[in-house]
């Protein structure tokens, strides 16, 4: 059996990055004989960055975007990180055994300082502590995530063991990532940056109506055309693209004509179609518009029917607040046995 443990911060509306990235995914993961799922809203986390939505909201909201995409509260436990102490505690005693260089190191924290962030929280700092007990509370053997959070989960590894040595026994297993198929959806407004919740007008998010999903891809960021004069003189148009002629044309591709292609292939009922505009890419007669059109012909049908399903699940906020309390009931059972054995490990008295 293994244990999987992966989550979402309630910052906004999901996108279709989150969607195909994470929440797709989870449900394939659940589906997997011997995989044992814990799925949590990561609340905590989410306080570092902006939100419009109040939290307490934000998490019904994500819940019912979970379960209208097909995860089952009777096959994986669902819950919410503040919802159980033993996170933040175990946060504490990981706080102990880090060093604030190592913290400094971490690319995501050195990024926003480079961006120009001046007064960054300590919370900012150590974040990837807290995430370090979201994991190990649980004793997860894979932790899906994007390639992003990969030095995250190292830093986990790294305190598993500093842990286990300092206390002379195995208490922590040590994760491994396990990278989320496919890479990041990039911004459509911006295709130098990843889709995020807080960049809501480059992300097709799972609760816009069909106008705004089509005029969003209508204005997605392409490129002036002019790369397309300079792609490599490849073999004779032929009914079906080989992987490598198709690697290859993705490789030529800019980033923003790369992303439509790729949501494309990943929505799309037709894969003919993908492969009727790629041939067109191929001999240099592709009319931008024609994939923007396929793209929002294929969007609209995929996130409108999740959006059905939504709206029937979050009138119901009673029973998500029933979900939330009985799977972080479950969590909070392992989770409290670990801190003990922890605690008890660090002779702290009892
Ligand atoms: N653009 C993306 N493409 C594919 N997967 C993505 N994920 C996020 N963006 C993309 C995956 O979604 C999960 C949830 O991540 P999160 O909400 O905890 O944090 P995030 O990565 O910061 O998400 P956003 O959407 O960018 O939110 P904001 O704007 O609030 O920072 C993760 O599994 C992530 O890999």
Same mark, same amino acid.
């Given at each position: 059996?293994?244990?999987?443990?992966?989550?979402?911060?309630?910052?906004?509306?999901?996108?279709?990055?989150?969607?195909?990235?994470? &929440?797709?995914?989870?449900?394939?993961?659940?589906?997997?004989?011997?995989?044992?799922?814990?799925?949590?809203?990561?609340?905590? #986390?989410?306080?570092?960055?902006?939100?419009?939505?109040?939290?307490?909201? =934000?998490?019904? +909201?994500?819940?019912?975007?979970?379960?209208?995409?097909?995860?089952?509260?009777? $096959?994986?436990?669902?819950?919410?990180?503040?919802?159980?102490? @033993? #996170?933040?505690?175990? @946060?504490?005693?990981?706080?102990?055994?880090?060093?604030?260089?190592?913290?400094?190191?971490?690319?995501?924290?050195?990024?926003?300082?480079?961006?120009?962030?001046?007064?960054?929280?300590?919370?900012?700092?150590?974040?990837?502590?807290?995430?370090? @007990?979201?994991?190990?509370?649980?004793?997860?053997?894979?932790?899906? &995530?994007?390639?992003?959070?990969?030095? #995250?989960?190292?830093?986990?590894?790294?305190?598993?063991?500093?842990?286990?040595?300092? &206390?002379?026994?195995?208490?922590?297993?040590?994760?491994?990532?396990?990278?989320? +198929?496919?890479?990041?959806?990039?911004?459509? #407004?911006? %295709?130098?940056?990843?889709?995020?919740?807080?960049? %809501? $007008?480059?992300?097709?998010?799972?609760?816009?109506?069909?106008?705004?999903?089509?005029?969003?891809?209508?204005?997605?960021?392409?490129?002036?055309?002019?790369?397309?004069?300079?792609?490599?003189?490849?073999?004779?148009?032929?009914?079906?693209?080989?992987?490598?002629?198709?690697?290859?044309?993705?490789?030529?591709?800019? %980033?923003?004509?790369?992303?439509?292609?790729?949501?494309?292939?990943?929505?799309?009922?037709?894969?003919?179609? &993908?492969?009727?505009?790629?041939?067109?890419?191929?001999?240099?007669?592709?009319?931008? /518009?024609?994939?923007?059109? =396929?793209?929002? +012909?294929?969007?609209? %049908?995929?996130?409108?029917?999740?959006?059905?399903?939504?709206?029937?699940?979050? *009138?119901?906020?009673? /029973?998500?607040?029933?979900?939330? /309390?009985?799977?972080?009931?479950?969590?909070?059972?392992?989770?409290?046995?670990?801190?003990?054995? @922890?605690?008890? =490990?660090?002779?702290?008295? *009892?």
């Amino acid at each position: 059996m293994s244990r999987i443990l992966s989550g979402i911060r309630p910052t906004g509306g999901l996108h279709i990055g989150n969607y195909l990235g994470a &929440v797709k995914q989870w449900v394939e993961l659940s589906q997997e004989p011997d995989s044992e799922c814990f799925f949590m809203i990561a609340d905590y #986390h989410a306080l570092l960055s902006f939100r419009e939505t109040p939290l307490d909201q =934000a998490t019904y +909201d994500l819940l019912a975007w979970e379960l209208a995409s097909g995860l089952d509260p009777n $096959q994986v436990t669902l819950f919410v990180q503040s919802f159980i102490p @033993a #996170h933040t505690e175990l @946060a504490w005693i990981f706080n102990a055994l880090a060093t604030v260089p190592e913290l400094s190191r971490m690319t995501q924290y050195k990024d926003l300082i480079a961006h120009g962030l001046e007064q960054p929280s300590s919370a900012l700092l150590t974040y990837p502590l807290l995430q370090a @007990a979201d994991i190990l509370l649980y004793k997860a053997d894979f932790v899906p &995530v994007g390639e992003d959070q990969v030095q #995250h989960i190292e830093l986990t590894r790294t305190i598993a063991r500093r842990f286990n040595k300092q &206390v002379g026994i195995e208490i922590f297993p040590e994760p491994k990532p396990r990278l989320t +198929d496919g890479g990041y959806i990039l911004s459509l #407004h911006d %295709p130098t940056k990843k889709m995020s919740k807080s960049m %809501p $007008q480059g992300a097709l998010l799972l609760e816009d109506d069909e106008a705004t999903l089509r005029a969003k891809i209508s204005k997605a960021v392409t490129d002036t055309g002019l790369d397309q004069a300079e792609m490599p003189d490849m073999s004779q148009s032929n009914e079906t693209l080989s992987l490598e002629e198709k690697a290859l044309l993705y490789q030529h591709m800019s %980033p923003g004509v790369r992303n439509l292609f790729i949501l494309l292939e990943q929505t799309t009922t037709d894969p003919h179609i &993908v492969n009727v505009l790629l041939e067109n890419y191929k001999t240099h007669t592709l009319q931008y /518009r024609d994939l923007k059109a =396929a793209l929002a +012909d294929s969007v609209v %049908p995929f996130i409108l029917p999740l959006q059905e399903k939504y709206q029937e699940i979050r *009138s119901d906020e009673s /029973r998500l607040q029933t979900i939330l /309390r009985e799977g972080s009931a479950k969590a909070e059972e392992i989770a409290n046995q670990t801190l003990q054995e @922890a605690k008890r =490990a660090f002779h702290l008295a *009892s």
